[in-house]
């Protein structure tokens, strides 16, 4: 399979599209984004880098970081979280708190928000310094050992965050989250700023393609069966209420972010990145959902 | 990959299972059947053949075969038919009329009752005799020239479907159904009334663990593109509000019905048919769940 | 107190309003109707009459004839019928399944369509001929011997009824409706066929202003204790979910059809039919809320 | 009509009653209080006093006080307030978030947990000392000059108010509060913590008894037409999902507290407080309720 050739060619073909959808508002640092940027980098399982366009021009990851929290809490504890929240798809918005309140406090999944407010919970009851032991943890995947949240995005969410900080509060009315909401919430802020560009983002989710081992060194983050099952939770529930949509345009695990990321992963194959900051009605990058899509068309490569 | 093995062990492991779930009551005839049966029965892509227990025992497969008239009416008319039902999970049971009154007559997925009675009606448009030519269909798939439905199934669904009758003439009133109600739901009726054992049904689904193609001829029912996304719907969509659960512990498409039957398919290598009466809280087989959950365990194969 | 005064003073405010609402338009008899139609009358409790505009032309009361069904049924059951259904407003428009779902087939109050089907079915298992002897008892209350149902508007709604028919099979299916559906349905749509003019209503209601008892004879039709539980209802849940404004704005016991009328009772003084079709976007008459608000705030006298 | 002989007789029926209904126990300060308590006060319209049991033991208020300051925002501001929040009955629990989510933050009534909330914003930012202000109003209208805040009630309900932060911050996410949520909890808490015995009670809402002025000197509080309103409401959204219940059996306008407490209005005639702790399931007081359905039946005087 050409990869080269393919990525080349879903690129070019989605880059002419005029209609690049909305930048987000309601997170003030997100709308000052330029919306015209668009990039896009594979990293398969032989290590070969494919990267085009605004690749190296670092985003905000946002929701993305939720699937990198879930791993260290999985990896920490094991099964044993799944009895503070489901692994089912919502059938509602990210943030609703509909089916919280119908299902007292346990989340349906930990792609919603309320899921990942419990998984920022148990860190903080698992760890001595979660928000410090969490970065170290993405610094080790991406390699990059500098990282550090962007106070900035941080503190333009909190300010804004109203609907985040009703969640939390709700949840622990339900007995559901076991520290203090504030502490909780300013980690969750914290996971949401972080900035990498296309390469790094690849990189830092290349485990989940390659078997729960790191691409580069073959280092284990997790087991080969708990890879696999968030694979399964991305394409479940990766895409908010455009879950189902993904799985049957696209047709790979993924994670999207508000700030118009996607990250996806095709199992022994390879892992991708795309950013493009504009999103489509569902709160998915709206040139990002079309280039996956035209990626795996071209490519007639898709899990199914 | 041994089947072969693999497939004895994990029904030896299952098998021993004392508890078996209960029947499914609300359909007088399915409360009659043996709660003890328990067969499997898998297809390979190289013609292979492996079955245990009462894989020669017909069996109601209900649900299951919404697989097959929607497969019908998109190999009829393309992603047109998306115009009038959705391709995400519903998050809520399988015969919930909330999130159909919240999306005002647009079933969320194929595989709830509403969606499946939506397909219906589009066959009934479509087709001079909707029926007769969805039976061939299946008698084509199947390879089963005297298939028919069963009367006494069927009869004794209407008796008591009144849910369904509920379900319809509520999508009706919102403009989504075209056909008479009453129509529309013997036709649905019938379709669920099928009776298969567990190699015909492994042997009738062939075509979406094959790209389309039926695996004993070849012969095309509908595109690779088209094959590729009804597997997508099933793993996102084929276990009502257990979907998640089924994609996250087994990792394969599948369609459950409630007469304790699943069908499962792992593209490119097998298709396969389990049966068990009893069913778990959600609904699906307790045993069939198991089994393959065990299966791909054991096997470390999934889509993930 | 100078009820004529106030009467004709509100009459004529609201008269000169332009907008006038909307027509019903899901059932074609009633899209038909006259949209400039207006009329009043009050019967007090010293048996005076005062009629203004049309209130000699006949209308079609629809959701009005609830309050009678209701009145039977609880006339010759007493307390036990609140088994099956009921008393708090339902906060969803009148013909939601939302709710039906939540409570498992248990109406909120018997003035959402649900509730006025297990009344009916009440009805039906109670009396050897429910439409029949429902039509006696109106003829009694009105003294209309020759009042019938309306064969044109019945068959206009059962030929569009597909929510009610859904909603009638949906309580079937949670067990609280006995009768077989179709035969719910049609006495159903009987008694909301019924045509009467605002004289004729006004009269029908004047027991529910007169303690249990006709004005003009003094014939007990319930009890005291009846009437007033029934004028309870007819507050909190007679205006669907705009029963709390009327509440507030006009303050009297009340019930309104989708034909445009409303009857409102002020106990121990009068009881009050307005009739204008057009509706507003609760599906209430909007004029003659109007007029009854005006009413009221001229006369201050309300219940509270 | 003999008001003495009647409570009397009422309190002897109800105090037999074995089932006291239970505690609340989610405010710590609420479950130490002795369930046995009892105490009924009524004042009429020409100055009596009838007090039985513990009517001169103080108790917290609690969401009876949400009719205080609503009454003092709707005379501060007058009918612009209903902008900001509805009149119509809720048909769930007082502190769900799902018709606020349905109705994008503007609650269904000023009772409900989310309407309070929002009046106390209104009162911030009218006045310039809410919290105080709002103290020395009710000071007045009860005549207890050194009446303050139970700062142990406020902060044991702040402690452990989980789901009340939630509501704020979730309204504050649809823009329907203007201060910081902290700052509207804080006074939430405060005048929900308000303690008073059964006689202040019934003297402090006599207004609503007497068109709008004070029993004792006449002085008026708030139009007799705003009066009328909110006795409205106080009966269709004054008793949460059990509001209906009320009006059905009692028949007058009220408000429960979940302290117990529950006060009555028959316009022209009475007011009346009921205490005992206990609480039935919907959360109003078990022998309140008995008691005061006891005294209409016996009466036979409500507002129907």
Known sequence: ??????????????????????????????????????????????????????????FSIQSIAKVLSLTLAY????????????????GTKFDSLILLETFEGIPRNPFVNSGALVICDILISELDDAPAEFLNFVRELSGLSTLSYSDHIADSEKATGYRNIAMCNFIKSFGNIDNEPEEVLDFYFDLCSLELNCEQVAKTFGYLANGGCKINDGKRVITKSQAKRLNALMLTCGFYDESGEFAFKVGLPGKSGVGGGIVAVYPNNYSIAVWSPGLNKKGNSYIGMKFLEELTTHSELSIF
């Open 1 to 58: 399979m050409d990869y080269k050739k393919i990525i080349y060619k879903s690129f070019r073909v989605t880059e002419q599209l005029k209609d690049r959808g909305q930048l987000a508002t309601y997170i003030p640092e997100l709308a000052r984004v330029d919306p015209s940027m668009f990039g896009v980098h594979m990293i398969t399982m032989d290590g070969k880098h494919y990267g085009l366009g605004d690749h190296q021009q670092k």
């Open 75 to 90: 990896h920490l504890l094991g099964e044993k979280i799944w009895k503070r929240l489901g692994v089912e798809p919502s």
